[in-house]
C-alpha cells in the first residue's frame, strides 16, 4: 500500500514571548543541567564503542562546565566505521524508498516529542538563546519531513523519449557509502539534513560532528536508533578533523562527502577527495557549503526602520556565527547618516548574557572563536571608524563579546572582505544603487544577501545583478526556510548544493539508464 503523505509545510517555531512557552523551556533546561558531564559513546555499526582518549565538551557560556565526555575516534574506528557502512549498504540500497523514507517521518516525530529537551541542550552546548535554538530544531524536523517526501519522489519512474523497438528506462540509484561533516553553529539542523538526505536516497554514512557540538551528534544518533534504523546505516565517530576527518575524505572507499564549514577546510576537502587513492574506482563526489560575507544594501527609497531591524537581526542573530549572517551593510549615501543615527540605539537595546536566561546575544562558541573576532577588531580599529561595541565583555563567565559596528569602512577593507563569524558589522557607504550593487558582488563569496528598497526598477535590477544563491528584498538575510528558500551559495561560499530544495537528493543519487531491444 503507497505510503500517503500530506503536503510538506514547516514546522512552526514556539513564540517565546509568551511566559508559558520560556517556563517549559527553562524546566526542559534545568533537566539537562542534570545530565551534564556523563559520558558517550561512539556507534559503530550499532555497537557503543568506548575509546581510552576522550573528548569533553564545554558550554560557551560556562567555560568550565563540561556538557558531556565522548571518545576520540581513532583512524582504526573511522576504517571500522567506513566498513561497516559499505556492510549496511548492500541492504540499505534495495530497501524501498518508501520504507526508506518512514525512518525519517519516525524520526521527526521523535524530534518533536524531544523538542524543548534537544533545544536544550543546544542552548548549554553552542550558546543559542532560545528563539535560535528552537529554530534550528525545527528546521531539523523540516528536512527530515522534505527528504522523505522528495525520496519518493525521486524513485517513482523518470520520464524518456520513446523509441521505437526498445523499452527504456531511466532511474536513480545511490551512490554508496560516504562521510558527513557538519558545522557545530547549526548543530542539529544542518547534521540532520545532510545526514538525513544521504540515507533516504539509500545511502549510508559516517557522521563525524564537530568537536565542538558532539552532544548534538551523539542525540541524532540517538534518536535515528530509537526508531530502528539498520545498524550500520548511520555510523557516528567523533574527533578531529585533522585526523579522521582527513583520513575519511581521502579513503579510496569514500564515495561521497557532504560538509558545511568555513571556505579553507571546505577547499581543503575539496583538493583532498580530489586526488585520487591508491585502489579508488570513482570520482568522489562533494557537496560543499561554505562562508559568506553576506551584505544588505539599504536603498535611498528604503524603509529605514524596516531596514535596521533586518540588519540588526542578520548581524547579531546568534552573535552572527551564521554563513547567511550580515556582516556588510551597504548604505546610500543620501540615507547613510540617518541610517547610523537609527541603527545605534537598536544595537545598544540588544541584552548580552547567558543564553540559558534568553538573552539576546550570547558567548561565541570558544575562546580561539573570541581571540580570532578580537584579532579582526583590532584590524577593523586600523581600517575604519568604530562605532559601538568592540570590546570583550569582561564581568560575564563566558566567551562574550560586544555587539561592535564599523563605520565608514572601504569596501576593500579586510573586515569588509574576510568573514569574522561573529558580532561584527561593517558599514558601507555607497555613491548610488549601482555602486551598492558593485559593492555587495566585490567578494569572493555569494551565499545571501539582502535589499531594502520601496522601488521596484531596482529590486528587478538586484534580482538580476545581486550575484548571492539566497537573496531576500524588505527582509533580513538569514533564517532560511526548508521548502521555501533552497540554501546554497555561489563563487567561494560552496557548490551551490540548495538543501531543503528539489534539487538537493540529485547530489546522492546517479542516474542509470536501461534499454531493452524488444523482438
Not at 524603509?303 to 548604505?331: M, P, T
Amino acid at each position: 500500500m503507497a505510503l500517503r503523505l500530506k503536503p510538506f509545510r514547516n514546522e512552526p517555531h514556539l513564540d517565546f514571548s509568551k511566559p508559558e512557552n520560556v517556563r517549559k523551556q527553562r524546566k526542559a533546561i534545568e533537566e539537562v543541567r542534570k545530565q551534564l558531564g556523563q559520558e558517550y559513546p561512539n556507534l559503530i555499526d550499532g555497537k557503543e564503542v568506548y575509546n581510552r582518549e576522550k573528548l569533553p565538551s564545554f558550554n560557551p557560556a560556562h567555560p568550565h562546565e563540561v556538557i558531556g565526555v565522548f571518545q576520540k575516534a581513532t583512524q582504526r574506528d573511522a576504517e571500522r566505521a567506513l566498513q561497516a557502512a559499505w556492510r549496511a549498504f548492500e541492504e540499505w540500497k534495495r530497501v524501498p524508498a518508501e520504507e526508506r523514507a518512514q525512518y525519517l517521518l519516525k524520526a521527526a516525530q521523535e524530534m518533536r516529542r524531544r523538542r524543548l529537551e534537544l533545544n536544550a541542550w543546544m542552548i548549554c552546548e553552542v550558546g543559542k538563546n532560545y528563539a535560535e535554538a528552537d529554530a534550528d530544531t525545527c528546521e531539523a524536523i523540516d528536512f527530515l519531513e522534505y527528504y522523505a517526501r522528495e525520496a519518493i519522489r525521486y524513485a517513482q519512474p523518470q520520464p524518456v523519449t520513446p523509441v521505437p523497438g526498445e523499452r527504456n528506462e531511466y532511474f536513480y540509484i545511490p551512490l554508496g557509502a560516504g562521510v558527513i561533516i557538519p558545522p557545530w553553529n547549526f548543530p542539529l539542523a544542518i547534521l540532520t539534513g545532510m545526514t538525513s538526505a544521504a540515507i533516504a536516497a539509500g545511502n549510508t554514512v559516517v557522521v563525524k560532528p564537530s568537536s565542538e557540538s558532539p552532544m548534538m551528534g551523539w542525540l541524532l544518533a540517538d534518536i535515528f536508533r530509537s526508531v530502528g534504523l539498520p545498524d550500520g546505516v548511520l555510523n557516528l565517530v567523533i574527533g578531529s578533523g585533522s585526523n579522521i576527518g582527513d583520513f575519511l575524505v581521502a579513503h579510496p572507499r569514500t564515495r561521497f562527502i557532504a560538509f558545511t564549514g568555513s571556505m579553507e577546510v571546505g577547499l581543503h576537502i575539496h583538493e583532498l577527495a580530489a586526488k585520487r587513492q591508491p585502489g579508488q574506482l570513482w570520482i568522489k563526489r562533494t557537496i560543499l557549503e561554505m562562508g559568506g560575507k553576506d551584505a544588505i544594501i539599504v536603498d535611498s527609497e528604503a524603509d529605514l526602520d524596516a531596514a535596521v531591524q533586518g540588519v540588526v537581526v542578520s548581524a547579531y542573530g546568534y552573535q552572527g556565527q551564521k554563513c547567511s549572517a550580515c556582516s556588510r551593510a551597504i548604505v546610500d549615501k543620501a540615507v547613510y547618516e540617518e541610517f547610523l543615527h537609527r541603527l545605534k540605539p537598536a544595537v545598544h537595546a540588544l541584552r548580552i548574557g547567558d543564553p540559558a536566561d534568553n538573552f539576546d546575544v550570547g558567548p561565541v562558541i570558544s575562546e580561539r572563536a573570541k581571540e580570532s573576532i578580537l584579532s579582526y577588531i583590532a584590524i577593523g580599529k586600523k581600517e575604519a571608524k568604530l562605532f559601538l561595541g568592540g570590546n570583550p565583555v569582561g564581568d560575564l563567565d563566558g566567551h562574550y563579546i560586544e555587539p561592535t559596528v564599523f563605520v565608514n569602512v572601504p569596501p576593500r577593507a579586510r573586515i569588509a572582505q574576510e568573514e569574522i563569524f561573529g558580532p561584527v558589522l561593517a558599514v558601507i557607504k555607497a555613491n548610488s544603487f549601482v555602486d551598492a550593487l558593485r559593492i555587495a558582488n566585490g567578494t569572493i563569496y555569494g551565499l545571501t544577501g539582502s535589499v531594502y528598497s520601496r522601488n521596484p526598477d531596482k529590486l528587478r535590477m538586484a534580482r538580476e545583478e545581486f550575484h548571492v544563491g539566497n537573496l531576500y528584498f524588505n527582509r533580513k538575510c538569514t533564517g532560511a526556510l526548508v521548502g521555501g528558500h533552497p540554501f546554497g551559495g555561489f563563487n567561494m561560499s560552496g557548490t551551490d548544493s540548495k538543501a531543503g530544495g528539489p534539487d538537493y537528493l540529485l547530489l546522492f543519487l546517479q542516474g542509470k539508464s536501461v534499454s531493452e531491444k524488444l523482438t
